[in-house]
T-cell receptor, first 117, second 110 residues
Framework: KAGVTQTPRYLIKTRGQQVTLSCSPI?????VSWYQQTPGQGLQFLFE???????NKGNFPGRFSGRQFSNSRSEMNVSTLELGDSALYLCASSLEGLGTGNLHEQYFGPGTRLTVT | QKEVEQNSGPLSVPEGAIASLNCTYSDRGSQSFFWYRQYSGKSPELIMF????GDKEDGRFTAQLNKASQYVSLLIRDSQPSDSATYLC??????????FGPGTSLSVIP
């Protein structure tokens, strides 16, 4: 079974631009969560999508948004990029949503390394 | 107080020894606990999850959970150099978020 895929793997953007990252979950998984990982802050939860609905959101500004499609693929968008947005963005998929049952072991994709200059 | 804390590293153990990694959490209603291994430059890889008090063993790995003490640990027996990585403790909280600890760097010395 194929794992979680993320595209692109690397991205360089300029301050003020916007960016869209894509995540395809493991086949059959309906939940996709997004995380930001930086050396200083570690792994921080951005949001979770389950069945095309945002189920939960972390403490990030409104510049960070996402969506999920009917095939469970998810996109994350960051508008008006800032230098501090440089990070590894990881998505993780799980069979069920974080709010349902116990089947929420998450499996991570390889990540998208975003550099903002 | 941070929501999920881990013992500060780096932790160095000789090859063949037992590595003990600890994690405490603040949300008493948390129900699910995970250990991830992350090699440098790679994404986290799920190695263990535990939901019930007690021990759960999988090969050389044992996860231990004590909800009363809000404590979860990971033991790695017969540590190998390939176990050298950062280990992340993650907790699914009662408010449906997965919170990660800062990680403990483990170095297994041949």
């Amino acid at each position: 079974k194929a794992g979680v895929t993320q595209t692109p793997r690397y991205l360089i953007k300029t301050r003020g631009q916007q960016v869209t990252l894509s995540c395809s979950p493991i086949s059959g998984h309906r939940s996709v969560s997004w995380y930001q990982q930086t050396p200083g802050q570690g792994l921080q939860f951005l949001f979770e999508y389950f069945s095309e609905t945002q189920r939960n959101k972390g403490n990030f500004p409104g510049r960070f948004s996402g969506r999920q499609f009917s095939n469970s693929r998810s996109e994350m968008n960051v508008s008006t990029l800032e230098l501090g947005d440089s990070a590894l963005y990881l998505c993780a998929s799980s069979l069920e949503g974080l709010g349902t049952g116990n089947l929420h072991e998450q499996y991570f994709g390889p990540g998208t390394r975003l550099t903002v200059t | 107080q941070k929501e999920v804390e881990q013992n500060s590293g780096p932790l160095s153990v000789p090859e063949g020894a037992i590595a003990s990694l600890n994690c405490t959490y603040s949300d008493r209603g948390s129900q699910s606990f995970f250990w991830y291994r992350q090699y440098s430059g790679k994404s986290p890889e799920l190695i263990m999850f535990i939901y019930s008090n007690g021990d759960k063993e999988d090969g050389r790995f044992t996860a231990q959970l004590n909800k009363a003490s809000q404590y979860v640990s990971l033991l790695i027996r017969d540590s190998q150099p390939s176990d050298s990585a950062t280990y992340l403790c993650a907790v699914k909280t009662s408010y449906d978020k997965v919170i990660f600890g800062p990680g403990t760097s483990l170095s297994v010395i041949p």
